[in-house]
């Protein structure tokens, strides 16, 4: 692969025009109004993968948002990676906060700015000009199968099914996917574990219509204050999530794990100046990196009721509402959390007021052994371009639909990221540092190349 550095260099400004075009399209997953963003978003990586030297490419329908998928078969007796990334973005709000135009990219400071700069458009695109790269060169000795969905930033609702009906065309060895990050531009690191996740809207009532604080205050109970309660008491003075039975199925981490994880460089003191904090917290006993790594959390994602508008204006209201979620560690069962919070969270509110839970997605945990032939390929690759040896890590996010293709499709992924924390995803002023983009654009041909050599 002598001339990859001079391939990418050669078509560096090409291949960020059209990752700037791909990220032109608002193909928000959550917001019904940009359906037809998602369209062209699933026509534009059709596109994409033919040019890129795919043999065939086609825009699937699904219950919900489309599915790309493309492929080229080299050799049907060699082995088989199948690539997974998504075309949908984060919402943008607050828009007020962004320095630029979220769908408009712009480079400052070395950077990709806008909305999927990092998650997960930058990071995908990646794939398809290594893909290009290893095609228009003649060196792809293994099949390549892409899958892009439409719908990971609410939870996959759609694709299970879809590869449910699609098994024997999405057959393959590994999935390789990039929509983690890496401790630093200077240490790799591959992602070893992902959190399941359990998500809900909440939504307390207490009297029928919204009443004056002075005649009704004291008398009638308020939903926002019951609501704060409610969500105060489900953690305890250490910060363990108060739910009974959420804990009976969370494996501990061995003495042996928790060492191997402490040998990830990090430093405190820069965490907390980074995010502008005095002290960090979290459930007792744990570091910071083992409570975002291997421990299960609870949040509250949003909450709102009453008047929120300027001035002032003394009401009760009738209804209060909160936006929760729980961070779940391996072999914790989304559905059986999703149950324990909705009998708990009824059972705790008091008589003045009714309680409706709503489960709105959730998934399972992941966890990739480092044994694999696959892996071994990954890290060699990132020690060939990043001169480092990566460090295997967990990661505290979810990409729930990853615990569903080992269970429909029985194939392990891969998670080789390029993402830095620093990239603000699903934040305003996403970004994604233009070496991390390269360097990802080179890293990713090795992996074949090292993984065509392991399996001989």
């Given at each position: 692969?002598?001339?990859?550095?001079?391939?990418?260099?050669?078509?560096?400004?090409?291949?960020?025009?059209?990752?700037?075009?791909?990220?032109?399209?608002?193909?928000?997953?959550?917001?019904?109004?940009?359906?037809?963003?998602?369209?062209?978003?699933?026509?534009?990586?059709?596109?994409?993968?033919?040019?890129?030297?795919?043999?065939?490419?086609?825009?699937?329908?699904?219950?919900?948002?489309?599915?790309?998928?493309?492929?080229?078969?080299?050799?049907?007796?060699a082995?088989?990676?199948?690539?997974?990334?998504?075309?949908?973005?984060?919402?943008?709000?607050?828009?007020?906060?962004?320095?630029?135009?979220?769908?408009?990219?712009e480079?400052?400071?070395?950077?990709?700015?806008?909305?999927?700069?990092?998650?997960?458009?930058?990071?995908?695109?990646?794939?398809?000009?290594?893909?290009?790269?290893?095609?228009?060169?003649?060196?792809?000795?293994?099949?390549?199968?892409?899958?892009?969905?439409?719908?990971?930033?609410?939870?996959?609702?759609?694709?299970?099914?879809?590869?449910?009906?699609?098994?024997?065309?999405?057959?393959?060895?590994?999935?390789?996917?990039?929509?983690?990050?890496?401790?630093?531009?200077?240490?790799?690191?591959?992602?070893?574990?992902?959190?399941?996740?359990?998500?809900?809207?909440?939504?307390?009532?207490?009297?029928?219509?919204?009443?004056?604080?002075?005649?009704?205050?004291?008398?009638?109970?308020?939903?926002?204050?019951?609501?704060?309660?409610?969500?105060?008491?489900?953690?305890?003075?250490?910060?363990?999530?108060?739910?009974?039975?959420?804990?009976?199925?969370?494996?501990?981490?061995?003495?042996?794990?928790?060492?191997?994880?402490?040998?990830a460089?990090?430093s405190?003191?820069?965490?907390?100046?980074?995010?502008?904090?005095?002290?960090?917290?979290?459930?007792?006993?744990f570091?910071?990196?083992?409570?975002?790594?291997?421990?299960?959390?609870?949040?509250v994602?949003?909450?709102?009721?009453?008047?929120?508008?300027?001035?002032?204006?003394?009401?009760?209201?009738?209804?209060?509402y909160?936006?929760?979620?729980?961070?779940?560690?391996?072999?914790?069962?989304?559905?059986?959390?999703?149950?324990?919070?909705?009998?708990?969270?009824?059972?705790?509110?008091?008589?003045?007021?009714?309680?409706?839970?709503?489960?709105?997605?959730?998934?399972?945990?992941?966890?990739?052994?480092?044994?694999?032939?696959?892996?071994?390929?990954a890290?060699?690759?990132?020690?060939?371009?990043?001169?480092?040896?990566?460090?295997p890590?967990?990661?505290?996010?979810?990409?729930?639909?990853?615990?569903?293709?080992?269970?429909?499709?029985?194939?392990?992924?891969?998670?080789m990221?390029?993402?830095?924390?620093?990239?603000?995803?699903?934040?305003?002023?996403?970004?994604?540092?233009?070496?991390?983009?390269?360097?990802?654009?080179?890293?990713?041909?090795?992996f074949?190349?090292?993984?065509?050599?392991?399996?001989?």
């Amino acid at each position: 692969m002598e001339n990859l550095k001079s391939y990418i260099q050669e078509n560096k400004d090409r291949f960020l025009n059209e990752l700037f075009e791909l990220i032109r399209i608002p193909s928000i997953s959550s917001i019904e109004a940009n359906k037809p963003d998602m369209y062209r978003a699933a026509e534009m990586w059709k596109n994409l993968l033919l040019q890129a030297g795919a043999d065939r490419a086609e825009v699937y329908e699904t219950k919900g948002n489309p599915v790309t998928y493309g492929e080229k078969i080299v050799d049907p007796k060699a082995p088989t990676v199948l690539v997974y990334a998504h075309m949908d973005v984060m919402p943008v709000d607050p828009i007020e906060l962004w320095t630029s135009n979220p769908f408009e990219p712009e480079i400052r400071e070395g950077k990709i700015w806008a909305r999927g700069a990092d998650d997960d458009k930058g990071q995908g695109f990646m794939h398809a000009k290594a893909f290009e790269y290893l095609v228009k060169t003649n060196q792809l000795k293994v099949n390549v199968k892409f899958m892009i969905e439409g719908e990971e930033e609410i939870g996959s609702p759609s694709l299970p099914q879809w590869c449910k009906d699609h098994k024997e065309m999405l057959k393959a060895d590994i999935i390789l996917v990039s929509d983690t990050g890496m401790i630093a531009p200077d240490t790799p690191s591959i992602t070893t574990g992902l959190r399941g996740l359990s998500y809900w809207q909440v939504e307390v009532t207490g009297p029928n219509r919204d009443l004056h604080s002075g005649l009704f205050g004291g008398a009638v109970a308020n939903p926002i204050n019951v609501l704060s309660k409610m969500i105060a008491g489900m953690l305890d003075d250490n910060n363990r999530i108060t739910i009974p039975g959420f804990y009976d199925d969370v494996v501990e981490v061995t003495a042996e794990e928790r060492a191997l994880m402490a040998k990830a460089p990090f430093s405190l003191e820069k965490y907390e100046k980074a995010l502008d904090l005095t002290e960090v917290t979290g459930e007792l006993g744990f570091t910071t990196t083992e409570r975002t790594g291997m421990r299960p959390t609870f949040d509250v994602c949003g909450i709102w009721g009453g008047y929120t508008g300027e001035g002032a204006k003394t009401v009760i209201p009738s209804k209060a509402y909160a936006k929760i979620s729980t961070r779940l560690v391996p072999n914790q069962k989304h559905d059986k959390i999703a149950v324990l919070f909705k009998n708990h969270f009824e059972n705790i509110a008091p008589k003045g007021v009714r309680v409706k839970v709503e489960y709105l997605h959730g998934g399972q945990g992941y966890l990739c052994p480092i044994d694999l032939p696959a892996y071994m390929a990954a890290e060699k690759a990132y020690e060939t371009v990043y001169g480092k040896r990566p460090v295997p890590v967990r990661s505290g996010g979810s990409i729930p639909i990853i615990s569903s293709f080992e269970e429909i499709l029985g194939i392990k992924s891969i998670l080789m990221g390029f993402g830095l924390e620093s990239d603000a995803i699903h934040s305003p002023n996403e970004n994604f540092p233009l070496e991390q983009f390269f360097n990802g654009i080179e890293t990713i041909p090795y992996f074949y190349k090292y993984f065509t050599e392991i399996n001989k």
